[in-house]
Structures are given as C-alpha cells and as structure tokens.
C-alpha cells in the first residue's frame, strides 16, 4: 500500500532543488529561491490530479480536517457526525474544534451508513465527516443528497483512498471539502502532511489562511502587515514535504496500477470461496485496491480464520482489537478524557447537551467489524508471494468453513 516503498531518486532530485536555495520555508524569499516553489507546485498538481479548483498542503492529515473545520466555520455547540469506524484522528479533529463528535454506525462498505446518518441529525449538526475506509469510497452520493436538504456540510476524510472514486469524480471531491493524508503508511507519503480540497473559493482562502496564523498571502504585502480577518494556527507544509510529494504524485498512476495488479489474485480467490463475502463498493464505486477486505459468517469463524493466518505469516488485521481504528476501543474518548479540565466540549452550557460514548453503543458497527478481515495490499509483493498467500486462504478456508 504505501508509498515508501518506492522513494527513490525522483525524491532526491526534488529535494536537491530546495537544497540548492537554501529556503526550507514555503512562502516567501523571491529572490533567493530562484523560482522553486515545491510545496506550491504540489498543490497545483494534487488538484489537478483530484479534479478540484484548489488545494492548500498542511502537517497532516488530522491537520486537514482541523483546517477544514476552521474554513467551514465549525464551534463550540455544534454536532459533526461520523461513523465509529475510522482512525482516532477524526474524532480528535472535531474535538479540537470544540464541536462534539456524533457517531454513525456503518454498512457493508465498511463506511457511513446513509441512513444512520440522517437519524443522527439535530438541530445542532454544522456538519458531517464521511471517511472512506481502506481505500474504498462511502456511499458518498447518498450522504451528500442528505446533507443538502438539512442544510449540512460534508467534508471527505479521504486519508486511506487516495485514487478511489465514484462515477466520474474522484473521492473528496463531492463535498464541500475533500481531506488526505500523506503520512508513513498512506498510498503517497512526505513522512508527515495533509491536504484540503474545494472548489469555493472562499473556503480555500479561509482554509489557506487559517492553516497560516491568519496570513492573507496577498502578494502585494509585506508578511504580517496586511488585513488579517481571523487568528489562525500553524498548520504548514515545508519545502522539503512538498519536494516529496511532488515526486511521489508523479508516479501515483503506476503506483495504483501495481496495486490493482497485486489485488488481483487474492480478491479472485476469495470470491470463488463459499461463506466469504467481499466488502461492497457503492453504486459506479472505485476501489484503490490498497486492501482486500472480507467478511466470514460470524464473528468465531473470523477470529479462527485470522488466527491461521497469522500463524501461516500472512499479515492479516483482525479490526475487532485494533486499538486506534474502532470506538469501542477507544477507553480515552469513552472516558471523555480531554486536556482540558472539565467537560468541555461534551457538556455544559455551550453545548447545552450531554454526549456520552460506551462500548456497546455501535450494534451494527460491531456486528461487521467482528466478521471482518483485512489484508493491506503491499507494491513489492512478489508474484510467487501473492500466489502463496492465495494458496493459504484456499487452505485456511477449506479448514475454518
């Protein structure tokens, strides 16, 4: 699945040109940079690539979603809604707003459920965070319609499906905003960084200068001296991240190629074998095919057929106990536990509202995650490696069912 795998000389060449000016800082220094401009290049392209008007680079990808959130004019009192399946990350960014966390149960694409999402909607919902997990899009279209006749916005966490769309657009493009990820592990990678994605104009300036302590970037200005509308935070990329992912979107195409092709055999495996479902893809979905995701009859059959291939080296992730991933395992959040002393922002007279979080409190969810399975798809995997695993999920299979 990630990047990494293939940094290599494109990557220092990018780099080498931000050595050569001497200027790690993104904005700036005219003169000196002698018209290398990473990071601004890279979001030109990235937009380009994704099919937006705009993008503006961050730190990260919890980053992205906090930039996105400022842009979008979310506070204390309101209600964000999203699905209990994603990374930590989410919840923290809306917390971080001041905004208290809703969370929706999944369906089968092992997204947002559509109409859980709609029975979660109070008069407090500023907006929703649909994530496309594991590399496949929500069904995105659905969330969007029912979000307009409430009046509420979308942002996309698009950090693990980078390539995947649906229809003709690509994921994060059909909201308001769109959000990635470009850390370690994601499908392109500058160590750490984030994008944001839109086609308002508005948003993008707000978005551009909120990640930038409020700077309005108005080129005619000397920095800090122009009429700033808002304070901000510092949420920017530097040079030498942008020199990174610039090189790391040129080869993204090949790089989605691979994937698909490594993705192949396993997935044709696991279709011909009975009592094991794929997840499901919304209508006119596409994949990244970063993962192969499947489900077993039950919750026993899962744990026994993850625990074989563990046992046989096949890194399998059995989500049920995955610590950062599910809310059920999230003991910090369920305890409310925050920086700051008090309840804030889960009650009190700003919210005027008590949210609690448990265990228990996501049926449906659980009931998917405990029949699910997850294999990351590598770029590397040899042929004979692919046709082993292959091998062994026939076998486990032929054991387990």
């Not at 506070?75 to 971080?96: C, H, K, L, N, R």
């Not at 978005?207 to 970037?217: I, L, N, R, T, V």
């Not at 006119?284 to 009859?297: A, I, N, Y």
Request: glycine share 10%.
């Amino acid at each position: 699945m990630p990047g990494y795998e293939w940094l290599g000389d494109r990557e220092k060449e990018e780099i080498g040109k931000v050595l050569d000016t001497g200027i790690l800082f993104r904005y700036e220094f005219e003169k000196e940079r002698r018209g290398v401009f990473q990071v601004r290049d890279f979001e030109e392209k990235f937009a380009q690539y994704c099919g937006a008007k705009y993008a503006h680079a961050v730190t990260s990808g919890t980053a992205a979603l906090s930039v996105a959130m400022g842009a979008l004019g979310v506070e204390p009192g309101d209600e964000v809604i999203t699905q209990g399946f994603t990374f930590i990350a989410t919840f923290e960014a809306i917390i971080e707003s001041g905004a208290v966390p809703v969370a929706g149960e999944i369906d089968d694409t092992l997204n947002l459920d559509p109409a859980d999402f709609e029975k979660k909607i109070t008069e407090k919902t500023k907006a929703v965070i649909p994530v496309h997990m594991l590399g496949s899009p929500a069904r995105i279209q659905e969330i969007v319609h029912i979000a307009g006749k409430h009046g509420i916005k979308v942002i996309e966490d698009t950090a693990q499906a980078l390539g995947a769309g649906v229809g003709e657009k690509k994921t994060g493009t059909l909201g308001e905003m769109g959000t990635f990820s470009f850390d370690y592990y994601k499908t392109i990678t500058t160590g750490e960084g984030g994008m944001v994605i839109t086609d308002d104009h508005d948003l993008y300036r707000r978005a551009s200068e909120y990640a930038d302590h409020g700077h309005d970037h108005n080129p005619d200005v000397g920095r800090a001296l122009e009429g700033r509308s808002f304070l901000g935070y510092n949420y920017r990329m530097g040079e030498l991240q942008g020199a990174i992912g610039l090189a790391q979107l040129g080869r993204l195409e090949r790089l989605l190629e691979r994937q698909t092709q490594n993705q192949a055999l396993i997935r044709e495996t696991l279709e011909k074998v009975d009592g094991v479902t794929l997840r499901a893809l919304p209508k006119d979905g596409r994949d990244s095919h970063t993962h192969v995701c499947f489900f077993l009859p039950d919750a026993s059959k899962a744990e026994a057929f993850h625990k074989k291939l563990s046992e046989r080296q096949v890194p399998a992730v059995y989500f049920k106990n995955n610590l950062w991933h599910f809310l059920p395992n999230w003991e910090h959040l369920i305890e409310r536990k925050t920086v700051w002393p008090g309840d804030f922002p889960f009650s009190g007279p700003v919210y005027q509202g008590d949210a609690t979080y448990s265990r228990d409190m996501l049926p449906r969810s659980s009931a998917i995650i405990e029949r699910l399975i997850v294999l990351p798809i590598s770029l590397e995997m040899e042929e004979d490696k692919i046709r082993s695993i292959a091998e062994v999920l026939q076998s486990v299979a032929g054991e387990v069912l």
